[in-house]
């Protein structure tokens, strides 16, 4: 479904970005090559134009409203606006920034400590970061829980199937971790990926959008092995519970298994 919507307050319209009413002509593949090669060269600048925008605001004394930001917010809509128009903005060199803000956590770029609100934010997260990393825990051996293993123990053949998809799960799982760059398991259970692959992270012209793909990919494989936990008892998600105690010997099987052979990543 698509929306619209009217707009008559004046000084909410946009002035004009030359582009027309007028019907277009007859389109030729030589216009086509022609706006492909127009995109490549100037239109992607999207995200450029977005960092600096980013980080003028951070800069400058007022903010969002300073002129290199407002200037900034135009052509970061006529960029949105490229596909349709075919109108490229310029983006000048002296409107990009030697320098960035630290929360914007470029460690291949010069940095500056951030005074805003987001910045100050950044800090306090940043400290209990690290002093959650300080804690020094003392390492211990990983063992089963065994108030999870209050029922009937599995059988050798139950924990024989759990050894099988758990080496299959730990397979897929590397898999993932090793192309994002991605050192323990917990991070992507967590959603906390600050280890991510910056050779990746250049790829994409959103950082977020590189997250959301890996988690995307992770959740993926969580429900891959939670319908193959039902297809092994031959239930649904569901019905699990008319065979409750062949259901919790299976899943103690799973929970032995992971914790008795943990891998290097977890």
Do not use: H, K
């Given at each position: 479904r698509r929306e619209f919507f009217k707009q008559w307050y004046q000084r909410r319209v946009r002035a004009s970005t030359g582009a027309t009413n007028e019907p277009p002509p007859v389109i030729t593949e030589a216009d086509i090559n022609k706006f492909v090669f127009d995109y490549i060269t100037k239109g992607s600048k999207l995200g450029?134009?977005?960092?600096a925008h980013a980080i003028w605001a951070d800069r400058k004394d007022d903010g969002v409203l300073s002129g290199s930001c407002i200037t900034l917010a135009k052509k970061h809509s006529d960029a949105v606006d490229f596909i349709k128009t075919g109108i490229a903005p310029e983006f000048s060199f002296r409107e990009r920034s030697?320098?960035?803000?630290d929360w914007m956590r470029k460690p291949d770029k010069a940095a500056y400590r951030s005074k805003t609100a987001i910045g100050k934010m950044f800090h306090v997260v940043q400290g209990l970061e690290h002093s959650v990393l300080d804690l020094n825990l003392p390492?211990?051996?990983?063992?089963?829980?065994?108030?999870f293993l209050a029922g009937e123990p599995p059988t050798e053949e139950e924990l024989e199937s759990a050894r099988l998809l758990y080496t299959e799960y730990c397979t897929e799982l590397a898999n993932i971790m090793i192309a994002y760059g991605i050192q323990d398991e917990g991070d992507l259970a967590a959603g906390c990926l600050n280890t991510i692959k910056m050779s990746l992270a250049k790829e994409h012209e959103r950082n977020y959008d590189m997250r959301e793909q890996c988690l995307s990919?992770?959740?993926c494989l969580q429900r891959k092995y939670r319908r193959e936990f039902f297809k092994q008892l031959g239930?649904?998600?569901e019905s699990w519970r008319h065979e409750e105690d062949k259901a919790l010997r299976q899943a103690a099987a799973w929970y032995l298994v992971t914790y008795q052979d943990p891998q290097p990543h977890q």
């Open positions: 450029q134009i977005s960092n030697l320098v960035y803000p390492e211990g051996d990983i063992r089963p829980d065994s108030s990919m992770f959740r239930l649904s998600a």
